[in-house]
């Protein structure tokens, strides 16, 4: 029996749901790797519970980027489940924001090893550094694909749409909240964490973004 050929909605569904399960594999390793900061006291401890109290930023570390890579593997999933196809920009920016999603366990050990001891200016300036070119390439991503300059387009819904105004109003503080915490940090660094997980907070438990109305959905 001779095969049929795959139709190009069907192609460009097919590698669509290729990026978002590569995209899906970089956050999973990515918020994986986050536990190996959290070491355990030494066998010779005498106070078992001051030694893990003692630890506290690791903790504070460990949540704040396990939320931020959680919220950000969230608002990538709803990205995608309007995307129907992709261009050669769309992968460069999904790069962009996997290179920054990738190194984040690099500045949490930093956190986590200098936040209370002489280093911890620099150690949360890289950390919130990092924050806010993830938050740049994530609207980037979102900005792009979301843009009605494409023929056709990229989304199942249209520019106008009900759904890309809301998630435009949501991911207009981003950047700036991001930025306000690297500039904080020169001041207090640990004023700069509580911020960003504070950001992580308000995107986990903000209003949904409403699914696309059929009528607005295109063909």
Same mark, same amino acid.
């Given at each position: ?5 795959? =139709?190009?909605?069907?192609? $460009? ?7 978002? $399960? ?28 001051? /030694? ?33 196809? !992709? ?21 949490? /050990? ?12 620099? /150690? ?22 979301? =843009? ?47 911020? !960003? ?23």
């Amino acid at each position: 029996m001779a095969d049929h050929p795959r =139709s190009p909605v069907d192609a $460009a569904e097919r590698e669509t749901a290729r990026l978002e $399960a590569f995209s899906d594999g970089v956050f999973a390793i990515a918020i994986t790797l986050l536990i190996l900061e959290l070491k355990v006291p030494p066998m010779d401890t005498a106070d078992l519970r001051a /030694a893990l109290l003692a630890r506290w930023p690791s903790y504070l570390a460990y949540l704040t980027s396990f939320g931020t890579v959680g919220v950000m593997w969230l608002n990538h999933h709803r990205i995608f489940s309007l995307i129907k196809r !992709c261009d050669h920009t769309t992968l460069v920016l999904n790069l962009l924001l996997l290179l920054g999603v990738s190194v984040v366990p690099f500045p949490t /050990a930093l956190v986590a090893e200098h936040l209370g001891h002489p280093g911890e200016r620099l /150690a949360v300036t890289i950390y919130a550094s990092v924050s806010v070119v993830i938050a740049v390439a994530f609207t980037a991503l979102w900005r792009y694909v979301s =843009s009605r300059r494409h023929a056709p387009p990229l989304m199942h819904v249209s520019a106008d749409s009900r759904v890309v105004r809301t998630t435009n109003a949501q991911y207009r503080w981003g950047v700036p909240a991001y930025l306000v915490a690297l500039a904080i940090a020169q001041w207090s660094p640990r004023a700069s964490v509580i911020l !960003c997980l504070t950001m992580v907070l308000v995107f986990l438990f903000r209003a949904p973004v409403p699914d696309g109305d059929p009528a607005e959905r295109l063909a």
